[in-house]
């Protein structure tokens, strides 16, 4: 009698059925999210890919020959590591944003907010796909970049390369996930990809040395978050860096953990996305 009382209890709104994590829930709708840009492969993986590696062909092409040293090493060797990771940065933002951003626009939203997923297991696994994306980018432009001739991308620091690969992504992916969540059109999404994203990525140092900027302009680069991601990355290959690396680790880190409890009471609360 007291075992059918607890099953046919009631339960209160937003209170868990499932006690424990749902793994099989979580598996499913991130083997989902990776089948989705799998079929469409040719844009979102090999496209960003070739992409990525024009920047280090023109650069090398237009200044590498001419002996340009930046940091005591080639144009080049300097310039990889940055285009890997923020090839992978962009990409998981894509990633995460077009989810939910799709979802809302053709109604399928319900599909993401309706299964016995809790909040922070819905955020897993779409975090997930985005980062598997993103990986799957990286790996591709640094196997091409290993055959491209004059270019050494070989790591020194493996730890250095996967931590800052993993939260420089997991950060765009929030960043795609907020952006998903507050925008009503695509029109917004590529409003914050092309004025955001983009000059975020551009002025993080992945072409120069923030050293060389004026005092002003330095400032502005250590305000943005990106540009440790880009130090960081690339000193897991140079072993040279122009910020603190366990400073910015640690200080990523921290800002990945802020944006995903924000993420996550937003989507607790259902702003913007329920009516």
């Given at each position: 009698m007291m075992n059918q009382t607890k099953i046919t209890a009631r339960k209160e709104p937003g209170e868990p059925i499932f006690h424990r994590i749902n793994l099989v829930g979580v598996h499913a709708l991130y083997v989902k999210e990776v089948r989705r840009f799998f079929k469409v492969q040719l844009q979102t993986i090999w496209a960003p890919a070739f992409t990525t590696l024009l920047y280090l062909i023109i650069f090398t092409v237009a200044l590498g020959r001419q002996g340009h040293l930046v940091m005591g090493v080639p144009l080049a060797d300097f310039l990889?590591?940055?285009?890997?990771?923020?090839?992978?940065?962009?990409n998981a933002f894509a990633n995460a944003s077009f989810t939910?951003?799709?979802?809302?626009?053709?109604?399928?939203?319900?599909?993401?907010?309706m299964p016995p997923l809790s909040t922070a297991e819905l955020m897993a696994a779409l975090i997930g796909g985005a980062v598997t994306r993103a990986?799957?980018?990286?790996?591709?432009?640094?196997?091409?970049?290993?055959?491209?001739?004059?270019?050494?991308?070989?790591?020194?620091?493996?730890?250095?390369?996967?931590?800052?690969?993993?939260?420089?992504?997991?950060?765009?992916?929030?960043?795609?996930?907020?952006?998903?969540?507050?925008?009503?059109?695509?029109?917004?999404?590529?409003?914050?990809?092309?004025?955001?994203?983009?000059?975020?990525s551009l002025l993080s140092g992945t072409f120069y040395a923030v050293d060389?900027?004026?005092?002003?302009?330095?400032?502005?680069?250590?305000?943005?978050?990106?540009?440790?991601?880009?130090?960081?990355?690339?000193?897991?290959?140079?072993?040279q860096t122009d910020s603190p690396v366990l400073i910015s680790a640690w200080g990523l880190l921290g800002l990945n953990m802020v944006l995903a409890i924000l993420i996550y009471k937003l989507l607790k609360c259902g702003w913007r996305l329920k009516s």
């Open positions: 990889a590591p940055g285009l890997i990771v923020m090839g992978m940065m962009q939910f951003l799709g979802g809302k626009m053709m109604g399928t939203i319900v599909d993401y907010l990986v799957l980018v990286g790996v591709v432009v640094w196997l091409a970049m290993l055959c491209w001739p004059g270019v050494d991308v070989m790591p020194r620091h493996l730890w250095a390369v996967v931590w800052f690969g993993l939260n420089g992504s997991i950060l765009l992916s929030l960043l795609g996930m907020l952006t998903a969540i507050w925008a009503d059109k695509y029109d917004h999404a590529a409003a914050v990809t092309n004025f955001v994203v983009q000059p975020l060389r900027l004026a005092p002003a302009f330095q400032a502005v680069s250590h305000a943005n978050p990106i540009f440790y991601v880009i130090s960081g990355f690339r000193y897991g290959f140079l072993g």
